[in-house]
């Protein structure tokens, strides 16, 4: 069965202190590894897409990375307003279905 | 660029009554989904739209729920009768087609079931 899995369920980091996000899929052929961020009372909204192992997109102080079983966000000297849910999710090549993981909660204090 | 719409915002009925959520995606987006998504978990896939086709409806309660999309643009989905697990945000998102499928989403409706 295809499934996601993020890790951790909640993070908390001070002002600056670096530290990544973790997303594991097993899907029935991958199409594409998709990384949005979710506000509270808003609709996730699009980070980065990832297509083969070894590839890697950046955004600010957002890196995500892919292998062939997982993904990688990192960030980097993070701020207050990063705090946010991030949700990790896959797309199987089969029948084009997307799966989300459960999301890691992220908060930065000052 | 307008952004998916979706409208109620907010929607609270009592068990057993039955609900309709409407969305309007970002104009020239052939692929639409309807998520389900319970507080403190991921969003989960409904159902997904190819223009006017279902393209995945494997996770869709068929048995209470249900969703069309006339005319390719505009979709509504349904639920009758509602039940208290019900409780939920629903989400409408959009792509462009199934190849280009960075989602657009809305800001969602909350359904409360009391």
């Known amino acids: 069965e295809d499934q996601v899995t993020q890790s951790p369920e909640a993070l908390r980091l001070q002002e600056g202190e670096s530290s990544s996000l973790n997303c594991s899929y097993t899907?029935?052929?991958?199409?594409?590894l998709f990384w949005y961020r979710q506000d509270p009372g808003k609709g996730p909204e699009f980070l980065f897409t990832?297509?083969?192992a070894g590839e890697e997109k950046e955004k600010e102080r957002l890196k995500a990375t892919l292998t062939k079983k997982e993904s990688f966000l990192h960030i980097t000297a993070p701020k207050p307003e990063d705090s946010a849910t991030y949700l990790c999710?896959?797309?199987?090549?089969?029948?084009?279905?997307?799966?989300f993981g459960a999301g890691t909660r992220l908060f930065v204090k000052a | 660029e307008a952004g998916v719409a979706q409208s109620p915002r907010y929607k609270i009925i009592e068990k057993r009554q039955s609900v309709a959520f409407w969305c309007n995606p970002i104009?020239?987006?052939?692929?639409l989904y309807w998520y389900q998504q319970i507080l403190g978990q991921g969003p989960k896939l409904l159902i997904q739209?190819?223009?006017?086709?279902?393209?995945?409806d494997s996770q869709l309660p068929k048995d209470r729920f249900s969703a069309e999309r006339l005319k390719g643009v505009d979709s509504t989905l349904k639920i009758q009768p509602a039940k208290l697990e019900d409780s939920a945000v629903y989400l409408c998102?959009?792509?462009?087609?199934?190849?280009?499928?960075?989602?657009?989403f809305g800001a969602g409706t909350r359904l409360s079931v009391l």
């Open positions: 739209f190819q223009n006017n086709g279902v393209v995945d």
């Open positions: 104009s020239g987006h052939a692929t």
């Open positions: 899907v029935s052929g991958l199409r594409g």
């Open positions: 998102a959009s792509s462009l087609n199934l190849a280009k499928n960075i989602q657009y």
């Open positions: 990832l297509y083969s």
């Open positions: 999710a896959a797309i199987n090549t089969g029948g084009f279905k997307t799966i």
